[in-house]
């Protein structure tokens, strides 16, 4: 696959504790040598990050109560109101990850509800069900729940440590065929896993090493 081919198949982010402005910008600066899909920052930067990102085509990306999600519904819909307001092309938002592993999806399902009406047609709404911690059958319940919900989108993990396996995405693409844009998190470093999971039917890779990611690409 081309460099400029996958570049655009690919998300990267600088969000952590330690992350401080000056980074964000260098960050930001060397990323727009690539045709990057999107780059996710913390919510205070979305206001530098769109200003660097201005004449560009790649998306900015907030995230809602990422990447645990412990927060309320009503933290995470103000959350979305903050990223609409700071102009943010997308978001990426966390689950109740304790509903669902409770069994409790009528909370769950009421959460996507809400998130989707408060992101209205204003901002595009990417949920996390984090699949590393759920079982197949988890995994299928949550990913119907999402779609009654009204979301199109989903990032299978959010990263740190909760890494997206090949057959998670196989598994999405076998039950719900291309009902779902599926974005992939956690893990990817090299071209080779870029390219392969491309194959096996995801649309987008999240990666905080993209030139790594590019590296072997033509």
């Not at 998300?11 to 960050?27: E, H, L, Q, R």
């Not at 909760?162 to 992939?184: A, N």
Request: some cysteine; proline content about 3%.
């Amino acid at each position: 696959m081309k460099k400029e081919e996958l570049a655009r198949k690919l998300i990267t982010s600088i969000i952590g504790a330690d992350v401080t402005g000056d980074a964000v910008k260098k960050f930001i600066e060397k990323a727009k040598e690539y045709p990057f899909f999107g780059i996710a920052v913390d919510l205070p930067y979305l206001e530098v990050a769109k200003e660097l990102l201005q004449g560009t085509e790649t998306r900015l990306i907030a995230t809602a109560s990422y990447p645990l999600g412990g927060m309320t519904t009503e933290t995470k819909i103000r959350q979305i109101e903050y990223a609409i307001e700071k102009r943010a092309d997308e978001i990426d938002v966390s689950m109740n990850f304790n509903a669902i592993k409770s069994g409790d999806f009528f909370t769950v399902l009421e959460e996507v509800k809400r998130v989707v009406e408060a992101a209205g047609n204003r901002i595009e709404v990417v949920m996390i069900p984090q699949t590393h911690i759920l079982t197949n059958e988890e995994k299928i319940k949550v990913l119907g729940v999402i779609l009654e919900g009204g979301a199109r989108g989903i990032k299978l993990n959010s990263g740190f440590g909760w890494c997206t396996r090949p057959e998670d995405v196989l598994l999405v693409r076998r039950e719900f065929g291309d009902k779902f844009r599926i974005d992939v998190s956690g893990g990817v470093r090299t071209t080779e896993q870029a390219e392969e999971y491309l194959r096996l039917g995801a649309d987008y890779m999240h990666t905080s090493t993209p030139e790594q990611v590019l590296l072997k690409a033509e």
